[in-house]
Each structure stands twice: as structure tokens, then as C-alpha cells.
């Protein structure tokens, strides 16, 4: 995978809590998802309980892709070295990672299939 899970920041606090993320080779963040899952004894579960699929924005190595819980709008923020860091928001109005029976995976995922409802 070319983008790596670096760290929840502000756990609990829904204002600030994101998900930082380290993008290791250029990619684009519409090929990946990250999901809440459960966690217990030492690893994640097969339980899910929020998802959110990045928007297709080309990133490039060394950039880092934030992503907050709460709403606000995307955005992007010059670093040094002429990196970036892209701001994503989550749309959620409570946090997600106060408790240690959550965690992030994070997917990637570039080839998908689905169908519309009345199609299946």
C-alpha cells in the first residue's frame, strides 16, 4: 500500500480527533477506505461501524492525508519541502476513537464492482 495509518490524534475530543496518514508513494486516495472496526485481545474483529471511501485526489509521497470526524470542508495545507497535507472530513457529529475497542483499517481497494439496487 502506498498511503500507511500514523496515528489518531485527540481521541474523544470531536473538534479535533483525525486520522493521520503518511502517503509512502503517489497514489490516489479514491482508491482507499477507512473503516471503524471492533478490536479485542490484541487484534481487530470482523465488526464494522463507520466507513468512509477517500475522494479520487492524486497525493504524492511524503504528503499526508488527514482525516477528521467531525463535518467541515476539504482542503489543503502547504508543508515544507513542498509537501502537502489534505484535509478530509468524516461528516460524523460523535468521535470515533475515544474507546479501545475501536480501530482504524485501512483498505485498499482500486478495483470495485457494484450494482444498483433494482439490478440485482
Known amino acids: 500500500m502506498n498511503i500507511d495509518i500514523q496515528s489518531v490524534a485527540d481521541k474523544g475530543n470531536l473538534d479535533k480527533e483525525r486520522l493521520i496518514l503518511k502517503v509512502t ?11 471503524q472496526t ?20 492524486a ?11 467531525k463535518s467541515g470542508r476539504e482542503n489543503i495545507k502547504e508543508l515544507k519541502g513542498s509537501k502537502k497535507a489534505h484535509f478530509f472530513y468524516w461528516g460524523l457529529s460523535s468521535t470515533l476513537w475515544g474507546k479501545n475497542d475501536r480501530a482504524p483499517v485501512l483498505l485498499h481497494a482500486p478495483e470495485w464492482v457494484s450494482k444498483a439496487p433494482d439490478e440485482i
Open 25 to 35: 508513494a503517489d497514489t490516489d486516495t479514491g482508491d482507499y477506505l477507512v473503516i
Open 59 to 69: 497525493v504524492s509521497a511524503g504528503d499526508l492525508v488527514v482525516l477528521y470526524t
Open 38 to 57: 471492533g478490536f479485542s485481545n490484541g487484534e481487530v474483529t470482523i465488526g464494522t461501524y463507520n466507513t468512509f471511501w477517500f475522494p479520487y485526489k
